[in-house]
């Protein structure tokens, strides 16, 4: 089983890029699941979602202690420690930011997905949700979901020119999402 641990504030759809990556999934003929843990719910509090996806049914329905890979919605949140918590060694790391990485943001990173989730979001949606860019720069970099089914996935999601701008807003975190690597 592979789990994916999401980290964003309220307003980013980082509960909706999990479930985006959840239908993707099943999509693709996995078994899937996901749920969010709120605290305040509110514009800009913190929040943290959760994504499961294995070849066999999923059982467990708890929070993600030691995720595979952690996703980022909130760049301000890429230089607190809590966030890497139990990241297992060799894990991914997808981060929403405008800014160059230069050093391992952890121990236990072997590789990140580095997008300007919120500039795309606002140049093809029109404000700064950066969840449908980041699950396109997420198939990219794992390799783990073709980017067709995450495409497929957004219609649950959203309609119309919406939609449209979604898709944009996935392809070209899917294309422009820059992957860096780390020997162990």
């Known amino acids: 089983m592979v789990e994916v641990r999401f980290h964003g504030r309220g307003g980013q759809g980082t509960v909706t890029a999990a479930r985006i990556l959840t239908a993707a999934f099943i999509k693709q003929g996995k078994y899937s699941s996901s749920f969010p ?3 305040f719910e509110r514009r800009g509090a913190p929040v943290t979602a959760f994504m499961r996806f294995d070849n066999i049914p999923i059982r467990e329905k708890t929070q993600i202690y030691n995720p595979d890979c952690l996703v980022v919605l909130d760049p301000a949140q ?6 890497y ?31 300007d989730a919120e500039r795309i979001a606002f140049e093809e949606i029109g404000i700064p949700s950066p969840n449908s860019c980041i699950v396109g720069a997420f198939a990219s970099a794992t390799k783990w979901i073709k980017l067709e089914h995450i495409l497929f996935s957004l219609k649950y999601y959203f ?9 944009s807003s996935a392809e070209r975190g899917f294309y422009e999402v820059k992957i860096i690597q780390w020997e162990e």
Not at 86 to 106: A, E, F, T
Not at 159 to 167: C, D, H, M
Request: glycine share 12%; hydrophobic share 40%.
């Open 37 to 39: 843990m709120f605290g």
């Open 78 to 83: 890429k230089n607190v420690p809590l966030i």
């Open 85 to 115: 918590e139990g990241l297992k060694p060799n894990g991914i790391l997808i981060i929403n930011s405008s800014r160059p990485i230069k050093d391992r943001p952890h121990k236990n990173i072997s590789l990140v997905g580095l997008v």
């Open 159 to 167: 309609k119309g020119g919406l939609l449209k701008q979604n898709i």
